[in-house]
């Protein structure tokens, strides 16, 4: 399986104060990302809007990018073009989602992807 996560989406899923550490937010959410990528061996892409972060440790199977494009949301860009049949996009953004779904992905919400694969 192969997952494309709107990153700080999923990040801003779980109001754990986060925006007082936007860079620690990007960095744990990408260590459960490789947990969870190497317990299942699914395709983990995860992408985040805005600028680029020195990530503490190596990702591991983790494909982790910073969107290509500036403002709010721009990552929703760079997931869309990546979505298409055998992808499963998670996010809770429903432009984003109908976007996807257009392309043939399939799509989780954040909440329940949090829940499902991250605990």
């Known amino acids: ?26 960095r744990r ?15 983990v892409c995860v992408i985040f809007d805005g600028r680029p972060v020195e ?23 760079d997931l869309a073009r990546l979505a298409g049949e055998g992808t499963t996009v998670v996010t809770s953004d429903a432009d984003l989602a109908g976007r996807a779904r257009a392309a043939g992905a399939e799509v989780v919400g954040a909440a329940a992807f949090r829940r499902r694969a991250l605990g």
């Not at 959410?29 to 395709?43: K, P, T």
Request: zero cysteines.
């Open 1 to 26: 399986m192969r997952w494309l996560v709107d990153g700080m989406n999923l990040i801003g899923s779980r109001p754990d104060g986060w925006w007082r550490d936007r860079d620690g937010a990007v």
């Open 55 to 77: 990530l503490a440790a190596d990702p591991g199977p983790v494909d982790v990018r910073f969107s290509t494009g500036r403002g709010r949301d721009a990552a929703d860009d």
């Open 29 to 43: 959410l990408v260590g459960e990302l490789r947990a969870f990528a190497e317990r299942s061996g699914d395709e």
